[in-house]
């Protein structure tokens, strides 16, 4: 049987349940608490030495790390229903858009740089919530600028069905959301995301639909 190892609010481990619940597998969840430090614990060292979710453990036992990295496995053991396009101007892209969240936006807002801002450079609340507003702006109007103005857009990133541009893109208007970002500058993110969490898979994988939500 898969097992994804994650948190029910992790960004990484949302784009895993989203690519999984697209591709139609099965697979069984068990929560690592980030908030309670459990990614430090050794049970998860041994499975990511990064001390980070998600991890997927495959069926031959193999453990796979890194979200981008295991939705590209996925699409590869799995190419039914395509997360990534034919056709290799289609391809690039997609990676382009899926990276400018994952690789630029994410690593600077996630929990451990928001615990280290506090933790070790003293940041008030409020300047931390100045941090992450900033690199959502950063990165959101860039993103807003792409899919309006390129023609390889369509109801989702990148035509009419959800690619890995998608997975990335949901999980971080998320966070946005979570910390009061302003949005209204970016109708076209809150359009495709609206798109997408009308799908079942991405509603099923959605933070507060996993076992591990607080109820």
Request: aromatic share 8%; glycine share 6%; net charge negative.
């Amino acid at each position: 049987m898969t097992t994804l190892y994650g948190y029910f609010r992790s960004s990484a481990a949302y784009r895993v349940r989203i690519a999984l619940n697209l591709k139609g597998l099965s697979y069984d969840q068990v929560p690592v608490n980030l908030v309670k430090g459990e990614q430090h614990g050794d049970a998860n060292r041994a499975r990511n030495p990064q001390g980070l979710v998600p991890s997927l453990v495959v069926e031959d036992g193999q453990v796979l790390n890194q979200s981008l990295a295991i939705c590209e496995y996925l699409n590869e053991k799995h190419p039914e229903k395509p997360l990534l396009p034919a056709d290799a101007e289609g391809r690039v892209r997609v990676r382009s858009l899926a990276q400018i969240v994952a690789c630029e936006i994410h690593p600077l807002n996630n929990l451990r740089v928001l615990k280290y801002l506090v933790g070790e450079m003293n940041a008030t609340e409020e300047a931390k919530l100045a941090w992450y507003r900033h690199w959502i702006a950063e990165g959101f109007t860039a993103l807003e600028a792409m899919l309006s103005r390129e023609a390889g857009s369509g109801d989702f990133c990148h035509g009419d069905t959800p690619t890995l541009a998608d997975l990335c893109l949901v999980p971080q208007v998320y966070n946005a959301e979570r910390f009061e970002c302003d949005l209204t500058p970016y109708p076209r993110i809150q359009e495709i995301a609206t798109n997408c969490r009308a799908l079942p898979a991405f509603a099923q994988a959605a933070p507060e639909a996993q076992t591990d939500a607080p109820q």
